[in-house]
């Protein structure tokens, strides 16, 4: 059984640099996509990128280059860090797997989701 | 860009009866949109993908319809636990794809 679970701070300062990290069990990162989306409190959803272990990593332009995600195969992990963090980037951010072998853009896996508030 | 307009933004609707959530495309988006549903707390689920494939798991009571612009979720014999915000996505403009802003589902 596929499962994520985010970990990381909690609380970050405003201008530095939010991380976080997706562990993954029942499933080897080395094979399919891994996603980190977010949503602030009380509104929508958010793709912010993804990766595959032998590619670069795709973001959403939105971000403006902030974001950066790497993976880890040896902890069987992924990471996000997002620079240069304002109170627009509180959220609950989640990280996903695609569904698919490829980068469909559908999730079928999620992980639970951590909050993340920027604030000083 | 792609914009997803959902509606209504909420509903109540009682329980055994059918719900009806509506998304639309600002443009053609082929088959490529996919429903999510997130529970109060709980991170979103994969209801359908492909206009109209359940995902595993997923109870025959969801189905949904359309192509192009016009969406359709239904939901029958309505139940308790499908109290929920859902969502639609579309990813025929992937990446990025974007959301819906999501239908509010109330249980009466």
């Known amino acids: 059984q596929v499962q994520l679970q985010e970990s990381g701070p909690g609380l970050v300062k405003p201008s530095e640099t939010l991380s976080l990290t997706c562990t993954v069990s029942?499933?080897?990162?080395?094979?399919?996509?891994w996603n980190w989306i977010r949503q602030p409190p009380g509104k929508g959803l958010e793709w912010i990128g993804y990766?595959?272990?032998?590619?670069?990593?795709n973001y959403n332009p939105s971000l403006k280059s902030r974001a950066t995600i790497s993976v880890d195969t040896s902890k069987n992990q992924f990471s996000l860090r997002l620079s240069s963090v304002t109170a627009a980037d509180t959220a609950v951010y989640y990280c996903?797997?695609?569904?698919?072998?490829?980068?469909?853009?559908?999730?079928?896996?999620w992980g639970q989701g951590t909050l993340v508030t920027v604030s000083s | 860009e792609i914009v997803m307009t959902q509606s209504p933004a909420t509903l109540s609707v009682s329980p055994g009866e059918r719900a009806t959530l509506s998304c639309r495309a600002s443009?053609?988006?082929?088959?490529?949109l996919a429903w999510y549903q997130q529970r109060p707390g709980q991170a979103p689920r994969l209801l359908i993908y492909?206009?109209?494939t359940r995902a595993t798991g997923i109870p025959a009571r969801f189905s949904g319809s359309g192509s192009g612009t016009e969406f359709t979720l239904t939901i029958s014999s309505l139940q308790s636990e499908d109290s929920a915000v859902y969502y639609c996505?579309?990813?025929?403009?992937?990446?990025?794809?974007?959301f819906g802003q999501g239908t509010r589902l109330e249980i009466k």
């Open positions: 996505h579309q990813y025929n403009n992937w990446p990025p794809g974007n």
């Open positions: 029942g499933n080897s990162i080395s094979s399919y996509y």
């Open positions: 990766i595959h272990y032998s590619g670069s990593p």
């Open positions: 996903a797997r695609d569904l698919h072998y490829f980068a469909s853009g559908i999730w079928g896996y």
């Open positions: 443009q053609s988006v082929s088959s490529n």
């Open positions: 492909g206009a109209s």
